[in-house]
């Protein structure tokens, strides 16, 4: 492979913000895998956010760059796994598998798709420091081509429109918008762009916690919520804490900690055949199967605030963000029922938004 812009590169980032800034463009907020894409006649890298490449799980997708992406070049987008009209992150996560054979097998029953949003690099020339509006000039007649499974992402100069696609893009699965500046090069691992998410609390029962790895200090609580059968299911952690905190939420945790987890709602979780057959607090983590994910029970009594930006499926979709203690909240009453459920919305709309509404 020689190309003007080689692999690794680390993808340009985004910084949170509560408004959508007017910069310009606006694009849907992919929830997949970000993915730099590198192709040099037949070699193709699938270059990914940490800058290990991706290629070998997504062989459809390889497939795909070689008949829709220009003979030689670099571009920038998202790998997603598209079922029935909305994405599937948790889909998604499984095509991550070190056998051969499943993950051809899996490149068959969920295959991905690239949702291309930048371009840096098209024949001998890089991209890299010219100002992104011309960049997605390019990007759009590169691919102008391009079939499914490859898309152009869809964006707009409009504001009322982005703030429209913020509210209605979520019910097919999506994350939230991103702002670029439409003068800005492509600058790797800055924090140049500007997303926006949405953020909503839960009052979520607090049935465990881990460690943090630097030593005897919480370094994340575990959740629950309470289902209709009346099973606490595990919805996720709240993490993130600053260190003093972690400190004082060891004295606040004293008084519930369970050293037998007999009656606790999850003590069938600490049976390791049990970590084999879910999302379960005590599994081993796909991405590290060296990360101690043993966890300790408490009481199920106490009650936390949490802000959490959406569900997918019945978890939280990223980390919850410790707000305060509920006292005042009886543990039952924190079920499913209280959470926002967005509005569906048809993923093939959000792919023909581009088309109906041009920029």
């Not at 100069?157 to 209605?168: G, L, T, Y």
């Not at 966890?295 to 936390?304: I, S």
């Amino acid at each position: 492979m020689h190309l003007p812009v080689m692999p690794p590169i680390a993808p340009m980032l985004a910084r949170s913000v509560s408004t959508i800034p007017d910069v310009g463009h606006v694009e849907p907020k992919w929830d997949g895998f970000r993915t730099i894409v590198f192709r040099d006649g037949d070699e193709v890298e699938l270059g990914s956010r940490n800058e290990r490449p991706m290629t070998r799980y997504f062989p459809e997708v390889v497939a795909a760059v070689k008949d829709n992406l220009p003979e030689r070049c670099v571009v920038d987008g998202e790998i997603v796994v598209v079922r029935g009209d909305r994405l599937d992150f948790d889909a998604l996560q499984q095509r991550i598998h070190p056998a051969a054979s499943r993950v051809n097998l899996l490149a068959a029953e969920t295959p991905a798709s690239f949702i291309a949003f930048d371009v840096l690099a098209t024949g001998d020339e890089s991209l890299m420091e010219t100002p992104f509006g011309e960049r997605r000039t390019r990007l759009e007649s590169a691919l102008a081509a391009a079939a499914p499974p490859v898309h152009v992402t869809p964006a707009t100069s409009d504001m009322a429109v982005a703030q429209e696609w913020f509210r209605i893009f979520e019910g097919a699965g999506l994350d939230g918008v991103v702002a670029k500046p439409v003068d800005l090069p492509y600058l790797p691992d800055k924090r140049m762009m500007f997303k926006v998410k949405h953020e909503r609390t839960a009052d979520c029962v607090v049935a465990g916690f881990r460690w943090h790895k630097s030593g005897p200090v919480i370094g994340s609580l575990l959740l629950g919520l309470y289902k209709d059968d009346g099973r606490l299911q595990h919805v996720g952690v709240s993490a993130s804490f600053p260190m003093n905190r972690r400190v004082e939420l060891v004295t606040e945790l004293a008084a519930y900690r369970m050293d037998d987890p007999t009656g606790h709602p999850w003590e069938e979780w600490a049976v390791a055949e049990a970590h084999q057959s879910g999302r379960l607090p005590g599994a081993v983590s796909r991405w590290n199967a060296k990360k101690d994910l043993s966890w300790l029970p408490v009481r199920p009594e106490l009650v936390v605030e949490v802000a959490y930006e959406r569900m997918e499926g019945n978890r939280f979709r990223h980390t919850a963000r410790f707000r305060r203690w509920r006292p005042d909240r009886d543990p039952r009453s924190c079920t499913y029922e209280q959470l926002e459920r967005p509005v569906e919305f048809d993923l093939a709309e959000v792919l023909n938004a581009g088309r109906v509404r041009p920029a």
